[in-house]
T-cell receptor, first 109, second 118 residues
Framework: QQPVQSPQAVILREGEDAVINCSSS?????VHWYRQKHGEAPVFLMI?????EQKGHDKISASFNEKKQQSSLYLTASQLSYSGTYFC??????????FGAGTRLTVKP | GAVVSQHPSWVICKSGTSVKIECRSL??????MFWYRQFPKQSLMLMAT?????????EQGVEKDKFLINHASLTLSTLTVTSAHPEDSSFYIC??????????????FGDGTRLSIL
């Protein structure tokens, strides 16, 4: 079953912040975040494994609330290069990955 | 870093043709690889899990006789779209995890194959 992402789309000005949410009706053991540019393959951003875990690099960070079965991706002081579609992925028993519908982020100058 | 190579990048062919797409892990071994299909402005939909040395596991609704998967070695999986029709036109992407590094590793994606059936 696919995780649910929100919002579907976000438009920001450079320097603004955004939050993308990912939730699941099933128990979550790990959450992966990817960014995909148009016509390209998804690029791995980060993985969160434990409830309460938070991670980040540069100005992109994420948190994982295992109890609430949800994760959030935080983009602060957004840059033009942050534009793309963000997907959260949740792992299954076969190490397979199911992705949310995606959040299309547009950063304008 | 882990690299997955997918070939070809794009294919245009006539209806009824069979098309083979290759997915290779270049610097790691992958006992399991995954095949996804993505329609424009939509998410990646898992089609099947390719298992080295055994049969692939297909998602519900994916025809195994139409999408043939072979995973003959730890670094190569192939997807063959048999008797392709225009509705099979899509972006096909493979991914793999490094089998030698334990669980919860990120998936590494190939660059995708854009398939257009005329």
């Amino acid at each position: 079953q696919q995780p649910v992402q929100s919002p579907q789309a976000v438009i920001l000005r450079e320097g603004e912040d955004a939050v993308i949410n990912c939730s699941s009706s099933k128990a979550l053991y790990s959450v992966h975040w990817y960014r995909q540019k148009h016509g390209e393959a998804p690029v791995f951003l980060m993985i969160l494994l434990k409830g309460g875990e938070q991670k980040g690099h540069d100005k992109i960070s994420a948190s994982f609330n295992e109890k609430k079965q949800q994760s959030s991706l935080y983009l602060t002081a957004s840059q033009l290069s942050y534009s793309g579609t963000y997907f959260c992925g949740t792992g299954g028993g076969n190490n397979d990955m199911r992705f949310g519908a995606g959040t299309r982020l547009t950063v304008k100058p | 870093g882990a690299v997955v190579s997918q070939h070809p990048s794009w294919v245009i062919c006539k209806s009824g043709t069979s098309v083979k797409i290759e997915c290779r892990s270049l610097d790691f071994q992958a006992t399991t690889m995954f095949w996804y299909r993505q329609f424009p402005k939509q998410s990646l939909m898992l089609m099947a899990t390719s298992n080295e040395g055994s049969k692939a596991t297909y998602e519900q609704g994916v025809e195994k006789d139409k999408f043939l998967i072979n995973h003959a070695s730890l670094t190569l999986s192939t997807l063959t779209v048999t008797s392709a029709h225009p509705e099979d036109s899509s972006f096909y992407i493979c991914s793999a995890r490094d089998s030698g590094r334990g669980g919860n590793q990120p998936q590494h994606f190939g660059d995708g194959t854009r398939l257009s059936i005329l």
